[in-house]
Structures are given as structure tokens and as C-alpha cells.
């Protein structure tokens, strides 16, 4: 592809992504509030607020695909969310709409099915069980996709990213856990397919403890090849397991079900 936009590129996704990514286009145009650092000759930096509809039109036009990393990423006050994840998302995708509908990856995340116990088995059309209002914006993003791709066959991939980090540091995370490398495996073939259509995927490594299964998807050829079990003794040493009450131990969640509503000061 010619141009590839990676919206929330100073964050730590971002950041992973930046340079995993970089051969997928002749063109990686970068996006967010924060510091971007200096463009590489390959790249482009733009500063938006996703708030802001005007700048993101500007932002989406021109690209052929875009990575949404951008937004809210954890539990926060509802005016946060509600900028960055809502009326943010609904001006990408109208951006999306005026400039030839670009493929889109929407990072969705687990945290749409957070109150499902760990030993219910979650299918990608099960009824979402969000765990907090950054579960239910994110519920909302998956929703606005799907309406998007009914009415007007805009493709979205929504990766339910599970934890995405360099490495799983509690318990929970040998089942949530996805590598950067196979994050950025998922990426290529999302942009790569012939067809997309609008499925859930769900953003994990091939962990011996997932809960989730991604068979209805395997026509995107995604292989992820790490898996957590090989952080399994180390975690067990430290932090070790959590009582079998912990929300860690009890919802897929974990501790986001446990925060509270934020509320405005």
C-alpha cells in the first residue's frame, strides 16, 4: 500500500508498532497528542486530537489503511473516554467514509467480555459483558464498526486485545497474553487479506491457557507462533499466584472489574 495510518503511535502499542509495521506501506503517517519524536524518511507525523472531526478528516485522507491504536486504554472519567473512544472513533470513521473507506484495525479488547468467569468458554459472538466504562466504549467501537461495514462495507478488523506487552507479568496473563511480534504478524495479514468483511479476533498469543478461539477467523491465515507458557515458572516465583478470590483469578477481566466509575472533579 502506498499510505498506512497508525493513529495513538506514542503509545506503548504505537511505539512496538512503529517499527514492525514499517514495510507494510511506502508510508507510515503517525498520529497522536503526544510527542511523536522525528519522523524516519519513510515516515510522516501528524499531531490530532481525534476529538477534533475536521483534523481527522485531514488525518485520514490520503491513507489506504488505517491501525487504530488511538484513544483511552485504560479505566478512566467518562469525559476522557468519551472524546477519545467515542466521538473520537465516530470521526474516524466518517473520515473513513469521505476518503474511499481505507481497511481499518480497530484495537478492541477483552475487556468488552470482562464479567465472563474465567472457566466460561467466550465465543466471538457471545453477548458482551464490558467490565467498565472503558469496556463499554469499547463495546461501542465494535457496534459503530459493524453498522459502518453493514451499511456501508466499510471493513474492520476488531482485535479483542488481550495484554499486549513485552512480556506477561501476572498469572492471568499466560491466557490474555499476545507477543508485539505476533500483534504485528495480525496487522499484516488483516491488510494483506483479499477479504476482510468485519470479524472479532481475538489479539493472543498461542498460549497453552487461552480461553478464546480463533477458528472462525483462520481465513486471514494469522499463525501466532509465542506463547506464555514459557513465562509460566517465572511468574509462579513472582508475583506468584493470586488468591482464588482475586478478581485475577476469577473474572477475564481481572482487576478491571474491580475499579470504580471515575468521577468528574
Same mark, same amino acid.
Given at each position: 500500500?502506498?499510505?498506512?495510518?497508525?493513529?495513538?503511535?506514542?503509545?506503548?502499542? @504505537?511505539?512496538?508498532?512503529?517499527?514492525?509495521?514499517?514495510?507494510?506501506?511506502?508510508?507510515?503517517?503517525?498520529?497522536?497528542?503526544? #510527542?511523536?519524536?522525528? &519522523?524516519?524518511?519513510?515516515?510522516?507525523?501528524?499531531? =490530532?486530537?481525534? %476529538?477534533?472531526?475536521?483534523?481527522?478528516?485531514?488525518?485520514?485522507? @490520503?491513507? #489506504?489503511?488505517?491501525?487504530?491504536?488511538?484513544? !483511552? /486504554?485504560?479505566?478512566?472519567?467518562?469525559?476522557?473516554?468519551?472524546?477519545?473512544?467515542?466521538?473520537?472513533?465516530?470521526?474516524?470513521?466518517?473520515?473513513?467514509?469521505?476518503? @474511499?473507506?481505507?481497511?481499518?484495525?480497530?484495537?478492541?479488547?477483552?475487556?468488552?467480555?470482562?464479567?465472563?468467569?474465567?472457566?466460561?468458554?467466550?465465543?466471538?459472538?457471545?453477548?458482551?459483558?464490558?467490565? %467498565?466504562?472503558?469496556?463499554?466504549?469499547? =463495546?461501542?467501537?465494535?457496534?459503530?464498526?459493524?453498522?459502518?461495514?453493514?451499511?456501508?462495507?466499510?471493513?474492520?478488523?476488531?482485535?479483542?486485545?488481550?495484554?499486549?506487552?513485552?512480556?506477561?507479568?501476572?498469572?492471568?496473563?499466560?491466557?490474555?497474553?499476545?507477543?508485539?511480534?505476533?500483534?504485528?504478524?495480525? !496487522?499484516?495479514?488483516?491488510?494483506?487479506?483479499?477479504?476482510? %468483511?468485519?470479524?472479532?479476533?481475538?489479539?493472543? /498469543?498461542?498460549?497453552? /491457557?487461552?480461553?478464546?478461539?480463533?477458528?472462525?477467523?483462520?481465513?486471514?491465515?494469522?499463525?501466532?507462533? #509465542?506463547? &506464555?507458557?514459557?513465562?509460566?515458572?517465572?511468574?509462579?516465583? /513472582?508475583?506468584?499466584?493470586?488468591?482464588?478470590?482475586?478478581?485475577?483469578?476469577?473474572?477475564?477481566?481481572?482487576?478491571?472489574?474491580?475499579?470504580?466509575?471515575?468521577?468528574?472533579?
Amino acid at each position: 500500500m502506498k499510505r498506512l495510518l497508525i493513529t495513538g503511535a506514542a503509545g506503548a502499542l @504505537g511505539r512496538a508498532m512503529r517499527a514492525r509495521v514499517a514495510d507494510l506501506a511506502e508510508v507510515v503517517r503517525l498520529s497522536d497528542i503526544a #510527542d511523536l519524536g522525528t &519522523a524516519a524518511p519513510h515516515e510522516e507525523i501528524i499531531s =490530532c486530537d481525534l %476529538g477534533d472531526a475536521a483534523a481527522v478528516d485531514r488525518l485520514v485522507e @490520503g491513507c #489506504d489503511a488505517i491501525l487504530h491504536l488511538g484513544g !483511552i /486504554s485504560v479505566e478512566d472519567k467518562f469525559s476522557k473516554i468519551l472524546n477519545a473512544n467515542l466521538l473520537g472513533l465516530y470521526n474516524l470513521y466518517e473520515a473513513a467514509r469521505a476518503h @474511499g473507506q481505507p481497511r481499518i484495525l480497530f484495537a478492541s479488547s477483552n475487556h468488552t467480555v470482562g464479567f465472563y468467569r474465567q472457566d466460561e468458554p467466550v465465543a466471538a459472538d457471545a453477548p458482551m459483558r464490558p467490565d %467498565g466504562l472503558y469496556g463499554v466504549s469499547k =463495546c461501542f467501537g465494535e457496534a459503530l464498526a459493524r453498522m459502518y461495514f453493514e451499511k456501508f462495507g466499510q471493513e474492520t478488523a476488531l482485535v479483542r486485545i488481550g495484554s499486549c506487552t513485552e512480556k506477561p507479568t501476572n498469572h492471568r496473563m499466560l491466557s490474555t497474553w499476545m507477543s508485539y511480534d505476533d500483534f504485528a504478524a495480525l !496487522i499484516a495479514c488483516v491488510f494483506r487479506a483479499p477479504m476482510l %468483511g468485519c470479524p472479532v479476533v481475538w489479539g493472543i /498469543s498461542d498460549n497453552d /491457557s487461552r480461553w478464546w478461539d480463533n477458528g472462525h477467523a483462520a481465513y486471514l491465515g494469522w499463525r501466532p507462533r #509465542d506463547n &506464555a507458557e514459557r513465562f509460566r515458572a517465572e511468574l509462579e516465583v /513472582s508475583p506468584g499466584r493470586p488468591e482464588a478470590s482475586s478478581p485475577l483469578a476469577v473474572y477475564q477481566g481481572g482487576m478491571f472489574t474491580r475499579d470504580p466509575i471515575f468521577t468528574e472533579e
